[in-house]
């Protein structure tokens, strides 16, 4: 039986290009990189460096998401910075949704702790939901151009 793992990092490589394309990123002749990858091989494991290399290269995450499922988890791209080259990167944006929440929160856990809402707290709390939902509508704006970016220039039009 094939290991997920193994099975992973041969579909990265293969969609590489090959073992050949996919050496060249490690630094290491194509045939050890196949011996690597075979698992009817015992003397020759791909490491663990040289599978983020490929995950790197191939900006592949299935490596990534067989080890952490072998481990009892899941894994969770994150928008790297190079995604948007102008402006916050969505991490960004949910970075600051998530603070404004957390602020609104306290805010509201401050104002009922004695069991009443005075004008001044409720005020406040409103204010923090005013500002947390500015932060999620940034965030849609970032989530929506991107969603355009992605599409042909045909599928951009909106009907009218």
């Not at 990123?25 to 990858?37: A, N, V, W, Y």
């Not at 916050?88 to 805010?107: F, I, K, P, Q, V």
């Not at 965030?139 to 909106?158: E, F, S, T």
């Amino acid at each position: 039986m094939h290991h997920p793992l193994l099975i992973a990092a041969r579909l990265v490589v293969r969609d590489m290009g090959g073992a050949e394309r996919a050496a060249l990123h490690l630094g290491k002749g194509e045939s050890t990189l196949r011996h690597e990858l075979n698992p009817n091989d015992a003397k020759n494991k791909l490491g663990l460096l040289d599978a983020a290399t490929l995950s790197q290269a191939s900006r592949d995450s299935r490596i990534a998401e067989a080890f952490a499922a072998e481990c009892g988890g899941v894994f969770i791209a994150l928008a790297r910075s190079e995604d948007t080259p102008e402006g916050d990167t969505t991490m960004e944006y949910a970075g600051r949704l998530a603070t404004e929440l957390g602020e609104l929160l306290t805010s509201a856990a401050k104002a009922v702790s004695d069991g009443t809402v005075t004008d001044d707290e409720l005020r406040a709390v409103m204010a923090k939901g005013v500002t947390m939902a500015s932060a999620w509508q940034d965030l849609m704006v970032h989530m929506g151009r991107l969603n355009q970016a992605g599409k042909p220039a045909i599928a951009k039009r909106v009907p009218a």
